[in-house]
């Protein structure tokens, strides 16, 4: 993985990307589930690094502009194959998400299902990820064209969709993303930093397909209708959550328990075997490490959570001066200990 510095000195290339594709101008005869008769099998290939961030390059012509896209779209590394390591941050903190940018994650989930943080609080930690070159992901807190609406205005590369159980409720939250006649979002792209701010005249004609759309299975009822959630037109990634499956089987914050293991690891059988191409996302655990769920055909696997990983650092570190204390109590007053630490090392 590249160094913080390299960030500066490396000679960056401009990425290429397939040519946009145009808006469809008809209304679908339905978003409900198609059947594909000739499935495509995925080759899976773990990728050590994310590739160096490519700023949008600024020019007097806005279709220059629109042509230097962003190398934080999500979608053409999913399709070459790599794995994606991602974090959750659900405190809403700009800083802590530009120290997981830096740190190398290959995107990050701003969570507003979960986390204290509204849209506006999300706004500073996009920017602070773009800084990074790395792609944001809201969740967001439920699914509604307002929410959502507001949500895309701010310009993330994906969007993820908590508890979808029906196939239904995959199509609506699809349309969400969608201008009309495909869809129901509300048309600001001149004036939202999405589009920054209207520079970029090739928004409208890439941004659905850019759009990374996730949405979550993490209940019995969802699992039961996970063929026909994925089988659902625009639906990009189903992402698994093992700790609300296992709520919802009758094991409260038990997802270890065997027979949930045993329901999940069927929805991901059902997932991948239905050879839409679809990607699958999902949460490491303590007894299922993210290498496993690599081994398993993920693409997409977060295992670290911001405020999980400063409540472990912070208690940590009590404990460790809390252990100094009894160290020295039991030594000589003159005998200093030999391998003391310091925070600011």
Request: charged residues 20%; hydrophobic residues 40%; aromatic residues 6%.
């Amino acid at each position: 993985m590249a160094s913080s510095s390299s960030y500066i000195s490396t000679a960056i290339p401009k990425p290429s990307f397939p040519a946009p594709k145009a808006l469809v101008p008809q209304i679908p005869a339905t978003l409900l589930p198609k059947s594909n008769p000739n499935p495509n099998s995925i080759s899976i290939s773990i990728s050590t690094s994310r590739p160096l961030p490519s700023p949008l390059k600024y020019s007097t012509s806005p279709s220059e502009l629109a042509a230097a896209r962003p190398a934080g779209i999500l979608k053409p590394r999913l399709a070459a194959g790599e794995v994606l390591y991602g974090l959750f941050l659900m405190s809403s903190s700009p800083t802590l998400a530009e120290i997981s940018g830096l740190a190398g994650y290959d995107y990050v989930v701003v969570d507003l299902e979960h986390g204290p943080g509204g849209i506006s609080d999300a706004l500073p930690c996009l920017r602070a990820l773009a800084a990074t070159g790395t792609p944001a992901i809201i969740r967001v807190p439920e699914n509604t064209p307002a929410v959502t609406k507001k949500a895309l205005d701010l310009g993330p590369q994906g969007i993820m969709f908590p508890s979808v159980e029906t196939p239904e409720a995959a199509a609506l939250a699809v349309s969400y993303c969608r201008f009309p006649p495909r869809g129901v979002r509300g048309a600001a792209h001149p004036v939202v930093r999405a589009s920054a701010y209207g520079v970029d005249d090739g928004y409208l004609s890439r941004c659905e397909e850019d759009l990374l759309i996730m949405v979550q299975v993490e209940t019995t009822v969802g699992v039961s209708e996970i063929e026909a959630i994925v089988g659902v037109e625009g639906v990009d990634c189903v992402q698994m959550g093992p700790l609300d499956l296992s709520t919802s089987m009758g094991w409260l914050w038990d997802p270890g328990n065997k027979k949930v293991r045993a329901v999940l690891k069927e929805a991901e059988r059902r997932e991948l075997g239905m050879g839409r191409g679809l990607w699958l996302g999902g949460f490491a655990m303590p007894h299922d490490r993210e290498i496993e769920l690599k081994a398993r055909g993920y693409h997409m696997v977060v295992r670290a959570v911001d405020i999980g990983m400063f409540r472990a650092a912070a208690m940590e570190d009590v404990l460790h001066f809390r252990r100094a204390e009894v160290e020295i109590g039991e030594e000589d007053d003159n005998e200093k200990p030999s391998n003391a630490e310091y925070c600011s090392e």
